[in-house]
Structures are given as structure tokens and as C-alpha cells.
């Protein structure tokens, strides 16, 4: 059987058309690769379609979920994310830079400090400029949706934990990688809301505290922080006590009189609590590390009470061994960050 082939064939030009035509579609797509979505104008657009094909003509104009400010906070879009936070990102032509004041560096350093919890969870990362601070949370792309359930929530107590500190803070915050709702969250949340006289108060503690303790603060033996109505300050058992021991050395006495000196300045509850690692500790003063956390905590209370007078109404001593860690006993270094002392001075709380 003979098969006819057909004298009809595309026209010479359909190949030049076609190659024109495939060009185009990879400069859009290149184009579309490069582009950036803005949060709030798709927000608006998308508001606007579905209102449309819903048939309600009012004009609903929802808030930019991504220009929330909360004092000195701003916030960029998780879509919208900018902030490629490296040691060579740029970010609206601010370099990184390592050059950073040192106002802005210690904000940033008290913010770490604060948020050291979320940062070990890597939720988010603190990273200093040269006119700011960036705090940029992980954008939850991956993962089941328990995990992102459980993120989620711990970017929530973050996001609160920020709105705490900002006002203890004198640069500018600048957030990305929260969503909208999550920003939203966290300005209507307040859960422990503090009156003015209470902040104050707080704040007053916490400037005459860095004042006193500057050089255990700058070469980190002590750690200073403001949690709701709480000013924790956090003293290193390494240098305040012999190994498994519970009598205060030279240096921790010079620390309890000058934190002595800062709870004289208010009527707040103070709560000194007792911690260690996990590595057990059996001897003939001490059966555990219960005995241990406990007889340092009582150790810190006894100075303040009889040398330098504080109220014994006002003053708890309590231990817990190595149940409340602020890191995974898992390395030295953070045993070494979970053997310490804490002292609380709880604004605001009733002394009974």
C-alpha cells in the first residue's frame, strides 16, 4: 500500500513564530522568578476578587497586615522577605555591618539574652546592623502539620516576648518572617498586662541593676532580664561557689549586696531559685542535686536577710535540681549555663 504524503505543510514563518513564542515564555518566567509578592496588596486584590464574585460592591479595604508598628517594631512580609540575613545580605541598601554602635550591639545582645529560647529552638536569629536590630522568624515552609502547629506557637510566645522587651529597648526593631496573623496575635495578646507604675518601677530596677552589676555583665557572669512583672537577674554558679558546695564566695557576696542594693530601691517579692545540671551529685553535706540547689538558693536568701537586711517577708528560697534548664544538658557549655542561680524581683506581687 503506497501512503500519499500531504503537500499542505506549516508556512515558513511558524518556525520563526514559534521560537519568538518560546523566548517570551521564558522572560516572563524569568521575570516572575525575580519578582517579590507584596503581603498586603495581594491581601487587597484577593479581598476584592472574592467580594466580587460573592456580589458585595462595599468597598473592603482590609488593614496591611505587614506594617504593623508597636513602638520602635516594624514588620516586613513573610511573602515579601528581604532580609537574606548573611554576612554579605543587604537589606534596603543596609549592609550588615560589623561595624555596629554600641548602644545598638548591647540592645541586641539583652534581646538575645531574652530570647535566647527561641533562638536555641531556631525559631528565629538576632543579627545587629549598622541602625538596627532584625529579628527574622523561620517562615515554617516545612514540616508536618503537628510540627508547624507547635512552631506556630512558640513564634507566638516569641512575638510576646518582644512586645515585653521593646520598651526596655532604645534602637529599632525591625521583624520579618512573621505572618500577618501572627503579628496580629501577638499586639492583641496580654496575657500578663502591667500597669504603668509597674513598668516603671521595672524599668527604674532594671537601669540601677546594669549600673551596679556592669562588670559581671560585661564579662557575663551575671545575665539581667525583664519577663511581665519580673526582673530576673541570673548569676552564674561558676565563681559563686565551689564545686558541689553551697558557701557563697568573695564574688557572689559582692554580687548578693549589690543586687541587695537594687530590691532596698522597691517593695518587690524576691525569689532566689537554686538550679544545676544533670549530672548527679552525692556526698556527705549533700544527698542530690535537690539538697544542692536548695542550700544555694538558702545560701543567697541568709546573706541578703541577715547581712544586708532585706525583709525576711519579702524573700523565697526555693531549688530544682536540674528539672528547669535553659538549655539541653547535652555539651560543658550549656551544664555550665544551667548551674545557676536566679534571682527574682517580682513587682507588683503580694508578700504573703
Known sequence: MRVEKSSRSAPPWMVTFADLVILLMCFFVLMLSFSTMSDS????????????????????????????????????????????????????????????????????????????????????????????????????GSGDAASKALAANGMLAAMQRINELAPTLSSEITITGATSTLVEAARKSDVDPIDTASRN????????????????????SIKIDSRGQTLLISMGTEGAFGSGDAQLSAQARRWTQQISEVARKSDAVIVVSGHTDDIPISNTRYRDNWDLSAARAIAVVREMVRVHKIDAERVRAQGFADTKPVAANDSATNRLRNRRIEIALEVGAPTN
Open 201 to 220: 518601677e521595672l524599668l527604674a530596677l532594671e537601669r540601677e541593676a546594669r549600673v551596679l552589676l556592669k562588670d559581671a555583665l560585661r564579662s557575663e
Open 41 to 140: 496588596t495581594f491581601a487587597t486584590v484577593s479581598s476584592s476578587i472574592r467580594d466580587s464574585f460573592k456580589g458585595n460592591t462595599t468597598d473592603a479595604r482590609p488593614t496591611p497586615a505587614t506594617s504593623t508598628s508597636v513602638r520602635e517594631i516594624s514588620f516586613l512580609p513573610a511573602a515579601n522577605d528581604a532580609l537574606r540575613l548573611s554576612t554579605t545580605a543587604v537589606s534596603g541598601g543596609e549592609a550588615l555591618s560589623k561595624d555596629v554602635p554600641p548602644t545598638l550591639l548591647a540592645d541586641a545582645r539583652r534581646l538575645e539574652s531574652g530570647l535566647r529560647e527561641w533562638i536555641d529552638r531556631k525559631i528565629l536569629d538576632v543579627h545587629p546592623t549598622n541602625t538596627r536590630i532584625l529579628i527574622r522568624f523561620d517562615t515554617l
